[in-house]
């Protein structure tokens, strides 16, 4: 007699619950997160929602141990990308064991080093903690971790749920390893080194990246060569590799 | 004798001296009780008196310095009753602390109630002590050394009174003085007094006059105070001592809600600050906060406090509790009144306020990159706090890798075709790299004012897999001298 009154406004409800909630799938959650376009018609028609996702933290991992420096250079160019777009500074915050960016160097990507902010914390942990309090203070455009060991679920799931609301682009790279368990990443690049274009000269051309998408939430996989254009300050195919690329890109997925 | 006691030092049982060079040798300047007891007495010769007391004496060497500090150890501990604290001077031979009470006292329960609770604190942390109230220090000094045993308080205005019967001795006088007088049959303070002051003064100079006229206070004696000049500060004393994290942040709350207003008037902010927690069994845990921008909103540093005591975790042992915490600024500068108000609107204020949060919760300062004054690689670049101005980087600078390796790394097994030219394989971090196209050279001379150097030819160079090194020939080479190449860092 009792739970009588109490069961009927729960089985009532529950129809409506999961029409909401069926609403709420199909419309999508990529959508709802604003994103970050990388410039590339080809790789962000790839991506769910046209860019990386804003919000979530995105792996980013060399190839090979000597493609570090590439790694680090996608992640800057990413970085310069955005910052050229909004006002405000981004941080690095880096755990001991990956090299810090030399400044002079920088402006090759188009990066202002003034613009830039530095952490040197003494291990993963920390790097962690302070990315979360910079997504927590939200006053940076762009957030870079460097770790060493990778990103765990826990950290990740945190991270997230620091970057509610208008969160800068979050990229953690890390050392070299396979895809590991799933981590609440919303992306894994893989970056390696690739033999520039030849110049006429003989000398070095635009530098060129082989990047593999390897794990992508709501999306497929893929495989682009890129080239930085050192004078544009932005990413591109390469002309005669388009094609190729693209097709590339097609097969893997 | 104490401070070798606390560290553990004069274990065994049995008399244990002090001894450190005087004239004529080796002296005793400290004893124990069981010492004493076999009549030995301070400034007595080590030698005499080993020949003299049948029983093995361990002796210690003196160390001033560690002395030194244990007093100032006690007078930082004894801030707790009055912020006026000054240890003895040489004319007081150092062995002790004046703690002016004056307007203090009736925070304790008046002056017996502190008295007590000073014996009863000092005895119970096993130190021995004589304690004597007065109305000047001179005339404390005296009846503590001289008076009766255990403390003594002597009301207001009885001083002179009580001072007359004590021995010369107790006026601080050096040695030959107090003989001197001793010698013309004036042993206690009363003959001196009673004197025509003329003819002590002639005799002996201004010293026993001087020091008299502290003593019974005639003459004012300022102290020397061991505090920096702590104008914004505050304690709070607990009843019940607290241990838990948030009780700790809401006392520094309440402390900075008071010292803030006294900040604000003087138009200052607070840039670090030191959270002062004295446990029950006399232990004191300082913690420094810091802070890039002038501050003194509660809340914020309330804010900052919690983050520190978080990073401390169990660190922070309460033990059975703090019974005082004291917020002091140990650093301020001139705030803007606008700055408060606005409150962290501005994304640099907001930037400075992560960079606390970081500085409080991992502990590391943020900081930016910036060029410096020097055309070799590793020097044209530096780090500085994020506050700092951000100064240019040059503009017209050839390419520069995006990494530069702090010590540049040797290139093994270097196969170069042409002798001045780029090498064509060499292997490095034990991997074999083919040079597939090079850029160079770009040779940079070292610094001639610092030390002698060879000039380095820098090139750019493409491996066959696509990776990017900037590689460096260090030196003139020749048949006697094979080149020697170096890697110093890598373009994307």
Known sequence: MVQEPMRQPQEATVPDRLARLRLELSTGEATALPVMPLGLTAVDSHLPGGGLVLGPPHEVTPADPCDGTAALAFALALCARRLSGVPGEALIAAAPGHPLPYGHGLADLGLDPRRLLLLEAAGDREVFRALEAALHAGCLAALIGLVGEGLPLKAGRRLQLAAEGAAPPLLIILRPAGPGPPNGAATRWSISSAPAAVDRFGGLHAPRWRARLERCRNGRGGSWLLEWDSAAHRLHLPERLADDAAAAGRACS | MTRLRRAGLAPEEGPHAVAAVGPGGLRIVALDGPARAHGLRPGELLGRVRARVGVPLHIHPADPEAEAKALHRLCRW???????????????????????????????????????????????????????????????????????????????????????????????????????????????????????????????????????????????????????????????????????????????????????????????????????????????????????????????????????????????????????????????????????????????????????????????????????????????????????????????????????????????????????????????????????????????????????????????????????????????????????????????
């Not at chain 2, 709350?253 to 029950?280: K, N, Q, Y």
């Not at chain 2, 020097?374 to 994020?386: F, K, L, Q």
């Not at chain 2, 001639?448 to 990017?468: K, L, T």
């Open chain 2, 78 to 492: 004894a801030m707790r009753y009055a912020p006026l604290v000054a240890p003895f001077g040489p004319a007081e031979s150092c062995h002790g602390f004046y703690i002016d009470i004056e307007g203090a006292s009736h925070l304790m329960g008046g002056e017996r109630a502190l008295l007590d609770d000073l014996a009863m604190r000092l005895a119970r942390a096993d130190v021995p002590a004589r304690i004597a109230l007065a109305d000047t220090p001179g005339g404390a000094f005296a009846l503590a050394r001289c008076g009766a045993a255990g403390s003594l308080l002597v009301p207001s205005g009885e001083t002179a009174a009580h001072l007359m019967a004590l021995p010369v001795e107790a006026l601080r006088l050096e040695r030959e003085v107090s003989t001197g007088l001793r010698r013309l049959g004036l042993r206690r303070i009363g003959d001196v007094e009673a004197l025509p002051r003329s003819g002590l003064a002639r005799r002996f100079g201004l010293a026993p006059l001087l020091r008299l006229d502290q003593a019974i206070g005639r003459r004012p004696e300022p102290l020397a105070p061991l505090a920096e000049t702590r104008t914004f500060s505050g304690a709070r004393g607990f009843l019940d001592p607290i241990g838990r994290q948030e009780d700790v942040v809401a006392a520094s709350r309440s402390l900075m809600d008071e010292i803030a207003p006294r900040l604000e008037r003087a138009g200052l902010g607070a840039c670090a600050l030191r959270l002062t927690l004295h446990r029950v069994d006399g232990a004191m845990r300082a913690l420094e906060i810091g802070l890039s921008r002038p501050e003194r909103s509660p809340e914020r540093i309330a804010a900052l406090v919690s983050l520190r005591l978080e990073r401390l975790g169990a660190g922070l042992d309460a033990g059975f509790g703090f019974e005082t915490v004291e917020l002091t600024v140990t650093s301020a500068e001139t705030m803007s009144p606008r700055q408060g108000t606005l409150g962290g609107s501005g994304s640099g204020e907001r930037i400075a306020s992560l960079a606390d949060t970081l500085a409080q919760r991992i502990g590391r300062r943020l900081v930016r990159l910036a060029p410096q004054d020097s055309h070799v690689p590793e020097r044209a670049e530096g780090i500085v706090p994020w506050i700092a101005p951000a100064r240019p980087y040059p503009a017209d600078l050839p390419a520069r890798p995006l990494v530069l390796f702090a010590k540049s790394e040797a290139a093994r097994d270097v196969f170069a075709t042409a002798p001045d030219g780029p090498p064509h394989r060499f292997r490095w971090r034990a991997r074999e790299y083919r040079v597939a196209r090079a850029e160079g050279p770009e040779r940079i001379a070292p610094e001639w004012w610092r030390e002698s150097g060879e000039p380095r030819d820098y090139y750019r160079i493409e491996c066959e897999a696509g990776q990017r090194l900037w590689l460096y020939r260090d030196g003139p080479h020749g048949q006697e001298r094979p080149a020697t190449w170096y890697v110093h860092g890598m373009f994307p």
